[in-house]
Nanobody, 127 residues
Framework: EVHLVESGGGLVQPGGSLRLSCTASGFTFSRYGMSWVRQAPGKGLEWVSGINSDGVRTTYPDLAKGRFTISRVNAKNTLYLQMNSLKPEDTAVYYC????????????????????WGQGTQVTVSS
C-alpha cells in the first residue's frame, strides 16, 4: 500500500536551513507529481511546493519563493524540500503528499487533489 515517510525536521534558529526528505513506496513514484504541505499549530493545511513527475517543473506559493526548493530523485523514490532563510512562522509539521492523478502537471494548492501523505516531520524555528 502507499506509504510516505518524512524525515529531516528539527529545531533551527531563524535564518537557518533544513532539508526534509520523503521516502515513498507502494506506487510508481516516477509517474506522479508530488507536493509538500504543512500545518502550523492551530492552523489548517497549507501547500508549500509542488513538482512534476520528472522534476523539471516546480511551483511555489509566495511564502516559499526564493527560500524553499523542492526536488526529487526518482531512482531512490525520494522527495526533498530544501528550506533556507527559515522564519518563526515556518514552524509546522511538514508532510509530503501524493496527488490522486498521474497527470503531467505540477500539483498545486487544491488539497482535494491529494489522496495520501505521510505522518509528517516537525520543523521548529526559534531562537
Amino acid at each position: 500500500e502507499v506509504h510516505l515517510v518524512e524525515s529531516g525536521g528539527g529545531l533551527v534558529q531563524p535564518g537557518g536551513s533544513l532539508r526534509l526528505s520523503c521516502t515513498a513506496s507502494g506506487f510508481t513514484f516516477s509517474r506522479y507529481g508530488m507536493s509538500w504541505v504543512r500545518q502550523a499549530p492551530g492552523k489548517g493545511l497549507e501547500w508549500v511546493s509542488g513538482i512534476n513527475s520528472d522534476g523539471v517543473r516546480t511551483t511555489y506559493p509566495d511564502l516559499a519563493k526564493g527560500r524553499f526548493t523542492i526536488s526529487r530523485v526518482n531512482a531512490k523514490n525520494t522527495l526533498y524540500l530544501q528550506m533556507n532563510s527559515l522564519k518563526p512562522e515556518d514552524t509546522a509539521v511538514y508532510y509530503c503528499a501524493k496527488p490522486k492523478r498521474a497527470y503531467d502537471v505540477v500539483p498545486g494548492s487544491n488539497l482535494y487533489d491529494y489522496d495520501y501523505w505521510g505522518q509528517g516531520t516537525q520543523v521548529t524555528v526559534s531562537s
